[in-house]
């Protein structure tokens, strides 16, 4: 059975660090793309973050560049996020997630199979 599991999330004070971790288990990912997405209050899920596995190859939102970081390791197979200089803007719940999406829809939930449960991130101003 494949599970991501994530953890990290938090209250941080706007400025402030959080770095989330998604564990993978079940089966190997090294041929998938994993992602971050979020999802604030009453508000449509979004692409934060995307990396290839296999290259290390990385996307981010517009919004989180400068900020945002997206990393793995292989080894412990986990992917993190790292994020600085959290915003108030930035709070909301963020999912692991893992698929093959073609290269169109890379930053659409549609594009990835396996999920997470979430980890609440909330910024204070």
């Known amino acids: 059975q494949v599970q991501l599991a994530e953890s990290g999330g938090g209250l941080v004070q706007a400025g402030g660090s959080l770095r989330l971790s998604c564990v993978v288990s079940?089966?190997?990912?090294?041929?998938?793309?994993m992602a971050w997405f979020r999802q604030a209050a009453g508000k449509d899920r979004e692409s934060v973050a995307v990396i290839r596995w296999t290259t290390g190859t990385t996307y981010l939102a517009d919004s989180v560049k400068g900020r945002f970081t997206i990393s793995r390791d292989n080894a412990k197979n986990t992917v993190y996020l790292q994020m600085n200089s959290l915003k108030p803007e930035d709070t909301a719940v963020y999912y692991c997630?893992?698929?093959?999406?073609?290269?169109?829809?890379?930053?659409?939930?549609?594009?990835?199979?396996?999920w997470g449960q979430g980890t609440q991130v909330t910024v204070s101003s």
């Open positions: 079940g089966r190997t990912f090294s041929d998938y793309t």
């Open positions: 997630a893992a698929g093959l999406p073609p290269s169109l829809r890379i930053r659409s939930s549609r594009g990835y199979d396996y």
